[in-house]
DNA sequence: GCCATTTCATATACATTGTGTATGTAATGG
DNA sequence: CCATTACATACACAATGTATATGAAATGGC
């Protein structure tokens, strides 16, 4: 049980989970994840990864108030979890360790 | 074409042929991953890995020459190529503007 | 009041990566 | 020659990555 190494896109959403702290749900997790990473993100693969880390353990939900704003469907917000925190930290390390040294373009 | 993200496994492989330079084909890489990332890791899984990173020009390959040892088939040693050393240091760019004013466990 | 528009979530499907098990090949020392 | 060593390759399946399609709910203008 507990496979669980995370994959880059995980790491990305984790990462935009602790920036966003408490405003983080599928629109604001999507954003930030394209203004540093410079790419584009759909909301739908942001869903789904969350989902998928919520399932083992790394964060937690809940759905949000309605808000004074024109549209919508309640939000869901999400939040990362100590396990969560700790195998984000794990991986940057791995990382890390990975590329200590190396010279690159 | 070239979707090319790199996977957190692709990074590991591409950094450790960087690490091992003229030295690197399924063992010694797989070794290499092994003590920086310590975990385990299948000779398999490197393979797998590299020949997709050929397919996509990340990477080269040559048989090389039997050598004194004991055991075996040729060994197949591997190569960055440039395009595989820019796509690293991309994701690593990435990681690290994710990862940038975080505070870890 | 109704509906077009906005804001968000969910479902589903498929492509890509991750990783093990099983098997094959080749060399050599005894 | 054959057991042992050192390596590669084939294959299969699980986990992740990511898009398209759809649904839900709120509101303001008419």
Sequence with gaps: MAKTHLGEFEIFVLSALLHLGDD?????????IEDRAERTVSIAAVHTTLLRLEKKGFVSSRIGEPTARRGGRA???????APGAKALAKAYKT????????VLP
Tied chains: 1, 2.
């Design 75 to 81: 939000r869901r917000y999400f939040r990362i979890e």
């Design 24 to 32: 983080a749900y599928g629109v604001t997790v999507s954003r930030e």
């Design 95 to 102: 990382l890390e360790s990975m590329r200590e040294g190396l």
